[in-house]
């Protein structure tokens, strides 16, 4: 079965400091994993997706993740923290068949000036 | 575009209640889902659909019923509330069942059962 792990339900980082937020995951498929961003009182984005191919894969606003097969990870990353880049981050993985999503447990993400 | 459109944005309910959330798109997709996000448990999967008419359960179906007479709707229904079907509930879109296909998401309804 697909799952999904965050590490970490809340980080807080300064602004203009580096941000990592983590996600490993557990497939018995070859993964897909994608990244979405839910800000306050709205639903979900889509950050970025790793499908197949380049294991660094870019997304919007300046975020960044890299598949890693062998430790079975898809760290989020931004090298420099804004303030309006506070929300809150869920990883998921396909969990095969229809395209239907397990989302991990999300990780809120506090900026301070 | 409105994108996915969900009706009501809010409701509380008595214990025994029930109700229908709406949602509607409208991008031509095929494949429509509903969750559920309560705090610390992400989002989990309640029903799905894979085109018009058809629907499947996901991870927590038990309490819902859904309904997909037309492509660009997906019904959630809630039979007979109760205080543990508290929660924002979220509709999304894809185009296709590709599973890399991006899921595009409502706004949410925050639903309280007392």
């Known amino acids: 079965a697909q799952s999904v792990t965050q590490l970490g339900s809340h980080v807080s980082v300064s602004e203009g400091a580096l941000v990592l937020l983590r996600c490993n995951y557990s497939?018995?498929?070859?993964?897909?994993l994608f990244w979405y961003v839910q800000y306050p009182n709205q639903g979900l984005q889509l950050l970025l997706k790793?499908?197949?191919?380049?294991?660094l894969v870019k997304g919007i606003n300046g975020f960044e993740a890299e598949f890693k097969k062998s430790e079975t990870s898809f760290h989020l990353t931004k090298p420099s923290a804004h303030m309006s880049d506070a929300a809150e981050y869920f990883c998921?993985?396909?969990?095969?068949?229809?395209?239907?999503?397990?989302f991990g447990k999300g990780t809120m993400l506090l900026v301070s000036p | 575009n409105a994108g996915v459109t969900q009706t009501p944005k809010f409701r509380v309910l008595k214990t025994g209640q029930s109700m229908t959330l709406l949602c509607a798109q409208d991008?031509?997709?095929?494949?429509m889902y509903w969750y559920r996000q309560d705090p610390g448990m992400g989002l989990r999967l309640i029903h799905y659909?894979?085109?018009?008419?058809?629907?499947a359960k996901g991870e927590v179906p038990d309490g819902y019923n859904v309904s997909r007479l037309k492509k660009q709707n997906f019904l959630l229904g809630l039979e007979s509330a109760a205080p543990s079907q508290t929660s924002v509930y979220f509709c999304?879109?894809?185009?296709?069942?590709?599973?890399?296909?991006?899921?595009?998401f409502g706004p949410g309804t925050r639903l309280t059962v007392l």
């Open positions: 999304a879109s894809s185009a296709s069942g590709r599973v890399y296909n991006e899921q595009f």
């Open positions: 497939s018995s498929v070859p993964p897909y």
């Open positions: 790793y499908t197949t191919g380049a294991t």
């Open positions: 998921a993985v396909n969990r095969g068949g229809y395209s239907t999503l397990t």
């Open positions: 991008m031509n997709h095929e494949y």
């Open positions: 659909s894979v085109g018009e008419g058809t629907t």
